[in-house]
């Protein structure tokens, strides 16, 4: 299973040159029948060395330094005698977890956008999720919805056990909760298994094709954290940890 999050449609081949290669919309557990008891979420766009300058206002992005990061962690049940109403938490393992690695993009002769891309979305069934294995640790704290100064720390190991890729994730997040902005640190996120190219954006994109094995196994390292850009049609960065079970119900 491949980790899909593209805006459908054509883009004309004269925006494409400043449009958004990335796009990764809401959380795939968004529609869970209730709040998860929490929710680690960490995306962006960013620039191969950590800076700003693959983009540049008005003029084509550097499609070989874009980069794309995601990490998603989620507690469905809760916890037993960890979660307190004052929001400070050393939490359970996450029941669900998706990660995704992208980049570098480049452009076919079409005016297609393509990505190589490494994914892992482990969780329950009926989540469109495969099956497999979470180990590790999670701490959060001050984990409210208000809370701007919100703390998520992971050292998480995943394995897929329909596609047979893993991912490593590690790190400390440091998030705004009311903003869902990153206030400071990141994770790091290694995938491990097939590469995919996948088409992100162009006259040939397809919300329901899936992307094309390149044949190619190896690892692909990429993290949040990095100074985020943007262009235009892209979706903002989005870094939250947020405890939601019994805490902040309106969540």
Same mark, same amino acid.
């Given at each position: 299973?491949?980790?899909?999050?593209?805006?459908?449609?054509?883009?004309?081949?004269?925006?494409?040159?400043? +449009?958004?290669?990335?796009?990764?919309?809401?959380?795939?557990?968004?529609?869970? =029948?209730?709040?998860?008891?929490?929710?680690?979420?960490?995306?962006?766009?960013?620039?191969?060395?950590?800076?700003?300058?693959?983009? %540049?206002?008005?003029?084509?992005?550097?499609? *070989?330094?874009?980069?794309?990061?995601?990490?998603? &962690?989620?507690?469905?049940?809760?916890?037993?005698?960890?979660?307190?109403?004052?929001?400070?938490?050393?939490? &359970?393992?996450?029941?669900?977890?998706?990660?995704?690695?992208? *980049?570098?993009?480049?452009?076919?002769?079409?005016?297609?956008?393509?990505?190589?891309?490494?994914?892992?979305?482990?969780?329950?069934? *009926?989540? !469109?999720?495969?099956?497999?294995?979470?180990?590790?640790?999670?701490?959060?704290?001050?984990?409210?919805?208000?809370?701007?100064? $919100?703390?998520?720390?992971?050292?998480?190991?995943? +394995?897929?056990?329909?596609?047979?890729? $893993?991912? @490593?994730? %590690?790190? %400390?997040?440091?998030? !705004?909760?009311?903003?869902?902005?990153? @206030?400071?640190?990141?994770?790091?996120?290694?995938?491990?298994?097939?590469?995919?190219?996948?088409?992100? +954006?162009?006259?040939? &994109?397809?919300? $329901?094709?899936?992307?094309?094995?390149? *044949?190619?196994?190896?690892?692909?390292?990429?993290?949040?954290? !990095?100074? $985020?850009?943007?262009?235009?049609?892209?979706?903002?960065?989005?870094?939250? =940890?947020?405890? !939601?079970?019994?805490?902040?119900?309106?969540?």
């Amino acid at each position: 299973m491949i980790l899909k999050r593209r805006a459908a449609g054509f883009i004309a081949p004269s925006i494409i040159a400043v +449009a958004s290669v990335m796009v990764s919309a809401a959380p795939v557990l968004a529609d869970l =029948s209730g709040p998860a008891a929490y929710e680690i979420e960490s995306k962006e766009q960013y620039c191969a060395d950590a800076t700003t300058r693959c983009i %540049t206002p008005n003029q084509r992005p550097d499609l *070989g330094s874009l980069r794309f990061a995601l990490f998603e &962690a989620y507690r469905i049940t809760t916890p037993s005698g960890n979660l307190e109403r004052t929001a400070h938490a050393s939490v &359970a393992t996450p029941e669900a977890l998706l990660a995704k690695c992208a *980049g570098p993009h480049s452009m076919d002769s079409r005016g297609n956008i393509h990505s190589t891309t490494m994914s892992v979305m482990v969780g329950p069934g *009926g989540q !469109n999720l495969d099956p497999g294995t979470i180990s590790g640790s999670v701490s959060l704290r001050h984990g409210l919805e208000s809370d701007t100064v $919100s703390t998520a720390t992971v050292a998480l190991e995943v +394995a897929d056990s329909v596609t047979r890729d $893993s991912a @490593v994730i %590690t790190g %400390t997040q440091v998030a !705004n909760n009311a903003r869902d902005t990153l @206030v400071s640190g990141g994770f790091n996120i290694a995938i491990t298994g097939a590469q995919y190219d996948e088409i992100v +954006a162009g006259p040939d &994109a397809n919300e $329901s094709a899936p992307p094309t094995p390149t *044949g190619t196994t190896g690892t692909m390292w990429c993290s949040t954290g !990095n100074p $985020s850009v943007s262009t235009p049609g892209a979706p903002a960065p989005y870094f939250e =940890s947020e405890l !939601n079970d019994v805490i902040d119900s309106a969540s």
